[in-house]
């Protein structure tokens, strides 16, 4: 507004000078054109008074001006430049000016005008006037006003065109000026400018409402990209956040797993070290006590030849027992550990365990009591075979691992909970670490290495306990303190015992059958049958049978068994199952069709839960794993005879995963080899084989299968008996190979067979 209202006063003012301007050059023109007039009209009247030179009357010309109250003074003069009237107030006696105008102003305030006198063409004389500007200046100072009027008129409607002009101008501005502040604070982009302006000031509005509509809709799409960005950062973040966990338990897992691995490392070495000790102090035993029987120079007295005997029959048994468990625990990892349900007598196998126990109490000075905690059943339902050898391992780490004091076994029934038998084993022991506790059920685990090395042991036993009292339906759990002692608890399933007779005091006799391999079974005149196409076999089981008393035929197939048992009549017969011309399974459902109701027991180099049932429905009245052991055939055989009954009879299987065919030591049989008859079967064992192997190599180079097969279970079979473990195993791997007809595999297995075979020393003389 001061913009407009300066520069329309500035124009004002700049006109208005130069009206003023204008006009004082116009009046003051005007006034002086007035005076000359004057003289002009004066002079035309005064000449006839210079003519004559009449003073009076130029007098009275001059002063009818009078009338004019400007006019100050007149002169009238002649042509002789005197002074003819004068009228007014004398002041300036100089000549009068002549000016081209006619008149002239003298200062501001006073203008003079000179005018000849001329009649016809005479000039007779000047006139002379004089007069303030009075009048002049009155009108000057009136149009002074005016103009000052005028420009306060002009200024006020300029002020009202301004405000007017910034009704229209400035207000949509300063409304766009606010808008952007208030944006520009708040960053409110929904904001919009009123579009109540006109032309230009509209379209700038309505480009500004553009922008800002543009700036929304780009802020809109910020915030959305922001909110997207944030969505993915959280996403993001969470995702790192898992992964980050994921990491941390996969490095804990694998932690874990490394610390398990090395630890299985370490058990692993342990292990190796314990079982390359269990191995070697009976072998060496074995070898030791072999090779001073075997020096015919040397005088020993029957006594210690006894002593020397069982020293070695022991070693044997301690290696058996060992791949026995060896075998358990690879069928446990396998998840083929079975068990047979029978019906037994806990008593009796208690008191078995006791008195063969008995005997390494008393070496190491300790008692061993067995005592009942409740009445027991006569019979139950279980396996009798591992219920024997979990109690054997429970209570033969008892005593291993405690040096003074007492060692008892507590068995009853559990009162609340029905059909559970709870036999406890405790001892007055070094006791377990309370860390340890869980750790050696693990197999291999022992609770301290030095310990250990102390006491020996391969940590198999309490793995393989643990899960029989699985499988039995039942629980291991263990207590124990370290100096006092430690307390086993076995709990098995027994099956339904009501109407059992009950047992009410433990039994602490030796029973018979415990004496373990001095056998005092006998079965006088009992005719027997052993049906088996591998020779060995025949005679080995053929000797301990006769010795025991019996009257034995043999026959080497099926075919001949069936001949054999028209013409003898056996009471019992032996019958391997895999036999050339006709096998076992056949000759037995053959013999039952014929009405044959004596027992036939099944002899099978398969430790498999199939091949049971396969003789138990061929017609089999039990069954026998291979290499037969001599104690349990003639308990077995006995009990058949005498019909007592224990349902199916099965002998643990007898395997092994024995491999260590780079082993370089010597290989000795298992059977008695001062005993002339059972050496002479192994040394003709020996040599049949060394033939079977020469046949075998060849059949194997010319790839028939199918014979390879057949020699290959023969030396299984065969070789197990005569007291090699090594050959069984290698040769049921090659019977393998052969069937599936791996010409490779065969290879390997054979030269195995054959490393073993080169390893395999017989003595040449029974020592006597
Ligand atoms: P092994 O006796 O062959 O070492 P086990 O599996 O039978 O293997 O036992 C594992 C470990 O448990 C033993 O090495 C021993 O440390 C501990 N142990 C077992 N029974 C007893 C016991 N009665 N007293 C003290 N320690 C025992």
Redesign the pocket.
Known sequence: MLLACGSAALALLLACVGFAWHSVDTLCDAKGRQLRDRAEIIAFQAGPALALRDAERGRQLLESLQADTTMIEARLYGNDRKTLATWGEQQSITAPVYSTKGYRFIGFSEVEAVRNVVVGSQRLGTIYLRANTSDLQQRLVDFAWIVGYVFVLAMLVVVLFATRLQRAISRPITELTKVAQEISINADYTIRVDGTAHAELKTLQDAFNHMLDRVQASEAAIQQAQNGLEDRVIARTQELSKEIRRRQEAQVELETAKEAAEAANRAKTEFLA?MSHEIRTPLNGIMGFTEVLKNEETEISSEDRQDYLATIYRSGAQLVELINDILDVSKIEAGRFELDRVTCSPQQIITEVVSVLRVQAKEKGLQLEYKLASELPELIQSDPGRLRQLLM??V???I???AEGTIRIVAGMIPSTPDQLQIE?S?T????PRE?LEV??DPF????SS??RR???????????RKITEALGGRLT?Q?EVGV??V?RATIDTGSVIGQALIRTPDNSVPASASGHQSNIRFPGNRILIVDDGETNRKLIQLVLRRAGAEVSTASDGLQAIHITEEKKPELILMDMQMPVMDGYSATRELRSKGFKRPIIALTAHAMKGDEEKCLQAGCSGYLTKPVDSPQLLEIIARELNAIDGGTVVAPPVESSYSDASDTDAIYSTLPMDDDEFREIVVDFVDRMRDKLLEMRSVQSGNSFQRLAQLAHWLKGTGGTAGFAPLLIAAGKLEGAALAGNSAECSRHLSEIEQIAERIVVPRSAVR
Not at 445 to 448: L, P, R
Not at 455 to 465: D, H, Q, R, W
Request: aromatic letters at 10%.
């Open positions: 314990n391992n429970l033969g780490n008892a291993k691992f405690t084993v001892d022991g070094i006791g377990i340890k050696i059920f685990s022992q609770a301290d310990v250990t006491f020996g042991g391969t940590g198999l036993g309490l793995a393989i306990s263990v124990s002692g430690s086993f």
